[in-house]
């Protein structure tokens, strides 16, 4: 059967200064739609609150912007996808064998408290299938619960987007929270890599996270080699 991957990305415009604006980051999406695409996953995008995803700006310019990124705002169906995203209330999680949360400062206010975004995940991963984050994407899995009360992410091995690369990026004082301190809150094991802005990838069973916007191929690949398997 064909595997089905759902993405997750947000609905964020504006940092909590509404004259800073942010978004997804869209090579995180880019880039892991592109490895899926040549897998023949079906592929859908979820947000929030449906509809619009505003695009950060800065992930659209040179040198982030690659051909993958170039070729979805240069594609009118493709940037359709990201005027029309899909509800929460609209998806059964039954439906999809992973979900991939994208990146973005702008997750780290829409993502951590959606709870129907965690009912997705947690039945998803509660039925086999493989939960899996990039970048800021993990901010989505901060409160996730399992069935059985216990937060998804303790005691699990996982990166996403560090501190010293928030402070590198300037943005360290426009951030509501630490994720990478409130992950290991959480009891999680966060890694991360010995030099910032380098990929890195971690598999712990059926949990795949990738660190920053540079790991979003290599995470989509990895997330495509276990559902092959």
Not at 7 to 14: G, I, L
Not at 36 to 60: A, C, D, N, T, W
Request: aromatic share 8%; hydrophobic share 40%; with cysteine.
């Amino acid at each position: 059967m064909t595997k089905r991957i759902l993405h997750v990305v947000s609905n964020v415009a504006n940092y909590a200064d509404q004259a800073e604006p942010t978004g997804l980051w869209l090579s995180e999406l880019t880039h892991a739609w592109h490895v899926f695409g040549e897998k023949g996953y079906v592929q859908q995008i979820v947000s929030p609150k449906g509809g619009v995803s505003p695009l950060e700006p800065r992930s659209l310019k040179w040198p982030l912007a690659d051909a993958s990124v170039k070729e979805w705002l240069n594609d009118g169906s493709r940037q359709a996808l990201l005027s029309a995203t899909s509800r929460p209330d609209q998806i059964d999680p039954a439906d999809f064998d992973a979900i991939y949360f994208t990146g973005g400062h702008a997750v780290m206010w829409d993502f951590p408290d959606d709870e129907p975004l965690q009912r997705i995940t947690r039945d998803i991963y509660e039925r086999g299938g493989i939960v899996s984050s990039v970048c800021h994407g993990y901010c989505g899995l901060l409160n996730t619960r399992l069935s059985n009360g216990a937060l998804l992410v303790a005691g699990r091995r996982l990166t996403g987007y560090s501190w010293v690369e928030e402070v590198l990026a300037g943005v360290a004082s426009k951030v509501p929270y630490n994720a990478e301190q409130e992950m290991i809150r959480r009891g999680a094991l966060y890694e991360k890599a010995l030099l910032p802005f380098v990929s890195k990838v971690i598999t712990d069973g059926r949990f795949v996270t990738g660190q920053n916007p540079q790991s979003a191929k290599a995470t989509a690949s990895q997330v495509a080699a276990l559902l092959d398997n």
